[in-house]
């Protein structure tokens, strides 16, 4: 068998929220090249986790890990960025930046709950995160998201479970967790990600509307203030778990869907290479 140097290897990230930068984390920990694209206004809620931060910052770090905005037509600062260890983030709302940056590996994470475009001649390994995906059609492999027993499984013939519409249940609740817009309009928070809150009490205005919480726990998700979303947008998440939760390092799910994405790909690679 032929050494494999990951380094070598690139690594494209459609997406940079939470369950995307998981899989970032782990793929930049084990050694390939990562480079992240993003839309130009992220509507990433667990941002204190999503390497979508950087688009805000200009340069973002999650447990080591350090992502910067770069544009998608500096290739040479693009180059820069991976040499160092650090993930490039690019804004590419139109989709282009794959004509003339070819991947060896493609991971899309939009989470869209579709697929948004990906085929399986995007690059030699194609990844989708989700349900959306059919693994042997349209990517290569597809990464179960959903909670339980099979969160991370990797999917080499089929899809992923169906999406619910229902967000896993944590400490009891399931949809009373997350925040979402009650209308369309600017959303302006009063309380701050990490804040302990009760139910009944006020998180943010959108517009001139307040918007409360309905159970009480911890702020682990929130967007940026100032984002403009329409009505039932997703604009924050509780976690009832209160503050025995760590909502400054990656999640269980997105270290699972991480660990996914990273089997998929050394197992594709050592077959390559055998």
């Known amino acids: 068998m032929n050494k494999i140097s990951l380094d070598e290897y690139r690594v494209i ?11 970032a984390h782990r793929l930049a920990r084990a050694g390939f090249s990562v480079l992240m694209l993003e839309l130009p206004h992220p509507l ?15 340069s973002f770090e999650i447990e080591g890990v350090q992502a910067s905005l770069v544009d998608m037509d500096d290739i040479a600062l693009i180059e820069d960025c991976l040499a160092q260890g650090i993930i490039p983030v690019c804004i590419d709302q139109e ?6 940056f070819t991947p060896h590996v493609l991971v899309d994470a939009v989470m869209a ?4 475009g990906a085929t399986i001649h995007d690059a030699p390994i194609v990844i989708g995160l989700g349900p959306g995906f059919t693994a042997g059609e349209d990517v290569t492999a597809v990464i179960e998201t959903q909670r339980g027993h099979n969160l991370g499984r990797v999917i080499y013939s089929g899809s992923a479970a169906e999406n619910t519409g229902i967000p ?3 400490g009891g609740f399931a949809a009373e967790r997350l925040l979402r817009a ?3 309009g600017n959303f302006l928070p009063c309380k701050d990600l990490g804040e302990l809150v009760t139910a009944g009490e006020k998180i943010a205005d959108v517009g001139d509307t307040p918007l409360y919480a309905s159970i009480s726990g911890l702020l682990r998700g929130l967007l940026y203030p100032g984002a403009m979303v329409q009505e ?6 509780i976690d009832p778990r209160g503050d025995e939760v760590d909502w400054r390092t990656i999640s269980d799910k997105a270290r699972s869907v991480g660990g996914g994405a990273l089997e998929a790909i050394m197992h594709y690679l050592a077959f390559y290479h055998t």
């Open 13 to 23: 990230i459609k997406g940079a929220g939470d369950l995307a930068s998981g899989v």
């Open 113 to 116: 709950k579709r697929n948004t």
């Open 182 to 184: 009650p209308c369309a």
């Open 232 to 237: 039932g947008t997703k604009v924050g998440d």
């Open 95 to 100: 989709g282009v930046f794959l004509n003339h």
């Open 44 to 58: 990433a809620v667990r941002r204190s986790v999503s390497f979508a931060s950087a688009v805000f910052e200009g």
């Open 168 to 170: 896993g249940e944590v």
